[in-house]
């Protein structure tokens, strides 16, 4: 029902800043329920980054406190994730996930494909 896709993926060195975005297609965000980042490495688990409630209230995973900011546009359609002070532990396949509202649906949830980021030292 909702379309995610990630982009802003890179090989940068430490340091380094990236900016994440994740684009909705085809619909119109009506209410957010959970915007969220995630993250998994080779070997690791997929773990949390960082949410964005309904009411604008943002968590974020300890290990990115201070170095993250998760956002979204005016229009609702496109979530991203603001990366500085890159290491090489933050190497991963990023995905955003979406619980929304939308025009047509009550509830959607919405997993997108990922964007590569990799961290040297």
């Known amino acids: 029902q909702v379309h995610l896709v990630e982009n802003g993926g890179g090989s940068v060195h430490a340091g380094g800043s990236l900016r994440l975005s994740c684009v909705a297609s085809e619909r119109q965000i009506l209410e957010v329920f959970e915007l969220g980042w995630y993250r998994q490495a080779p070997g690791r688990q997929r773990e949390f980054v960082a949410s964005?409630?309904?009411?604008?209230?943002?968590k974020y995973a300890d290990a990115v406190k201070g170095r993250f900011t998760i956002s979204r546009d005016n229009t609702k359609e496109t979530l991203y994730l603001q990366m500085n002070g890159l290491t090489p532990e933050d190497s991963g396949l990023y995905s955003c996930?979406?619980?929304?509202?939308?025009?047509?649906?009550?509830?959607?949830?919405?997993w997108g494909r990922g964007t590569q980021v990799t961290v040297s030292s």
């Open positions: 996930h979406a619980e929304v509202k939308t025009e047509w649906e009550l509830h959607v949830t919405s």
């Open positions: 964005l409630d309904g009411s604008g209230i943002t």
